[in-house]
C-alpha cells in the first residue's frame, strides 16, 4: 500500500516535462530600448589606424615580413561600434552589448573585423558578468536570474542630490576654523558643479518617446537623455550609464568625444521569455573559488 502510495506521488516524465515547458514560458514584463552608436572620436581613430597601417606596411615590407594593404574604402567610417539593448524589469536590469572593432593587427598590417559580445545583468542582488566569447559567466549569477532581488532597495542606487548627508550634515563645533572654511568651501563648489547630471529644462522626442536632457560639467562634459513615460506600469530603474537618473536611457554623449549612443527603438511594457535574463547553459559560472558544478 506504501509503495502504491508513493508511486502514485511521483512525478512522470510527462508531468516533468510539462513543468520544464511551463517554466520556460515564463514571461517578463520590460521596457526595451536599443541604442547605437560608438566610443571614442570615430574621425580620429580612424585617421589614426590608416596612418599607422601605413607606417606598417612600410616596415614590415623593409624587413621581409608578411604585409596586407588596406585600402581607405575597405574599412568603415566607425571603428568602434556598440550596440546595447537594455531590458528595464522592475526589480532588474538586462544589457546585451554588442562591440564591433577593427584593430591593427602589427604582424602582417591587416586591420580585422572582431565582434564581441557581453551582457550584464544587475540588480541589487548584484551583477552577473556574461562573456559570451569567452563561454563564461562571472559575479553574481544565481540561478533564479535575480528575479527575487529587492526593486526598493534597487531603486535606492541612485545616489541623492545636493541634499545628501555629505552636503548637509551639522559640522563638529569643536572643528578647526582652517577644516571649517575648507569643508564650507568643498560644498560650495559641489553646489556649483555637482558630479552628477543635473536637468537642463530641455526635452526632445527619440523613437516617439519624451526624455529629458540632463548634463554633467565636470571633468567631461556629458548629456544624457533620460525618460520615464507614464505609460510604464512600474518604477523604472536605473542603468549602469545613468546611476544617478533612474529612467530609460534614450541618448547619451560626451565632449571629448568618449561615448555616444543614440536610440533606434523602444518598447514599452513588452513581454519578454524569462530566459533571457539566465545565464546560458553554454557558458560555465565562474566564481573566485573556481567553476560551479
Known sequence: MVRLL???????????????????????????VRLTGHTGDAKFDRDYTLKVHAGCVERNRAMGWPVKTQSVADLPPVLHQLEIDFYYASNRMLQLHRHIDYYLDQKDCSIPRTETRLTYLDSSAGLC????????????????AHAHASPEHWQALAPSGP?????????????????????EAHRQQRRESPPWPQPTGERRTMAGVSCEVYALS???????????????????????FNRSVPGLLLSTESTPPGLTLHTEEVHLNKLVPERLFRVPGELRVVTPKGIKP
Open 218 to 240: 565636470k571633468p567631461i562634459r556629458r548629456e544624457q537623455c533620460i525618460a520615464r513615460p507614464s505609460a510604464s506600469r512600474f518604477p523604472i530603474p536605473s542603468s549602469r
Open 163 to 183: 541634499d545628501s548627508k555629505m552636503m548637509t550634515a551639522p559640522l563638529p563645533p569643536d572643528l578647526p576654523p582652517e577644516i571649517r572654511d575648507r569643508v
Open 6 to 32: 508513493l508511486l502514485f506521488m511521483m512525478p512522470t516524465a510527462g508531468m516533468l516535462s510539462t513543468a520544464h515547458a511551463q517554466h520556460a514560458d515564463d514571461k517578463v514584463e520590460v521596457h526595451h
Open 129 to 144: 558578468t556574461m562573456h559570451h566569447e569567452r563561454g563564461e559567466a562571472s559575479g553574481d549569477c544565481d540561478s533564479g
